[in-house]
């Protein structure tokens, strides 16, 4: 079994950053990519960001790229989220989740371990 516990979302004003964490624990060994996705209320559930097992490569949705960072500590079982420059419409439940391999995608349905989601709520 797998588990991913998600941390650091909050309250925050426009312009303002965050840094989720998220922690895996259980069956951790063997090579995995790792994303973040986001889901606000009444919209579908969209990627954020991925990365792979070594942290080489990385892949952004379209609306974050230049504000946002996913990094990994493999040593830590830890990925993180760098949030800069945040924005009202960057306000929902953000989930952490665990691909079924290492390659690099970015549809949710490649992911098969989640978390239980860490609010973000930007005001303007």
């Known amino acids: 079994q797998v588990q991913l516990v998600e941390s650091g979302g909050g309250l925050v004003q426009a312009g303002a950053s965050l840094r989720l964490s998220c922690v895996v624990s259980?069956?951790?060994?063997?090579?995995?990519?790792m994303g973040w996705f986001r889901q606000a209320p009444g919209k579908e559930r969209e990627i954020v960001a991925a990365?792979?097992?070594?942290?080489?490569?990385?892949n952004y949705g379209n609306s974050v790229k230049g504000r946002f960072t996913i990094s990994r500590d493999n040593g830590k079982n830890t990925v993180y989220l760098q949030m800069n420059s945040l924005k009202p419409e960057d306000t929902a439940v953000y989930y952490c989740a665990r691909s079924q391999d290492d390659i690099l995608r970015l549809s949710a349905s490649a992911y098969n371990y989640w978390g239980q989601g860490t609010q973000v709520t930007v005001s303007s």
């Open positions: 259980g069956r951790t060994a063997g090579y995995y990519t």
């Open positions: 990365i792979n097992w070594s942290g080489s490569a990385t």
